[in-house]
């Protein structure tokens, strides 16, 4: 990953709504054949993933491409400077997290408190409430929307459960009128610790 510029325009045109091969490299300036190597990348730091109908080949016109975890996208929202700084000193901790060989509490621990930590709730709540507000609805697919707004609210108690944390999901949770089950930020005299309150919401945490 030697051009952290490049990989942050490809996840930026992907949360604007670009979600083909072609329309990602277009918004980039790259040619399809470079941008498809820097997915790739994304993909195999489970950054990004690919999706494609299952009676369609890997290489099927109608394959797109999602983030799959939106810490990226907030955290980029949230002071781009800083986060495309931290972005390359981290990578060696993302790369080392994909060969199992680094836990993954503790590098997502890192890379959050690495742009927050020292940040207040009134000022991190702000920028999560800005943040949906520039996101929803084009982080969602269009059939997760139908399904949500369609669920019987009289007749189910809905929840979100994500291992994101709860300060920039906290607003999509209130929109679609859900609980919320996700990583608690910690935080001291309203100011953000750079810590969790009890586990990552992830795998087993999540049941």
Known sequence: MRNPASYNSILGAIASGASRLNEIANKVGLDTSACSGLL???IELNIVEKIYPVTEKESSRKTIYE?????????????????????????????????????A????????SSILEGESK????KKAKLFFDENYPSLFRENALDFINNINRENTE?????????????????KFDMKLLSTEAEFQNDIFTGKFVGKN???????
């Open 122 to 125: 009134y000022q991190i709540e």
């Open 67 to 103: 983030i799959k975890d939106t810490m990226f996208l907030f955290l980029k929202f949230y002071n781009p400077a800083k986060y495309s700084f931290q972005f390359l000193k981290h990578v060696p901790l993302f790369v080392l997290l994909k060969l199992k060989l680094a836990n």
């Open 40 to 42: 790739k990348s994304l």
């Open 105 to 112: 509490e503790a590098v997502k621990k890192s890379f959050i």
């Open 201 to 207: 919401c992830n795998k087993e945490e999540k049941v």
């Open 158 to 174: 809905s929840y979100i459960v994500s291992a994101s944390l709860d300060i920039w999901v906290k607003p999509f949770a209130e």
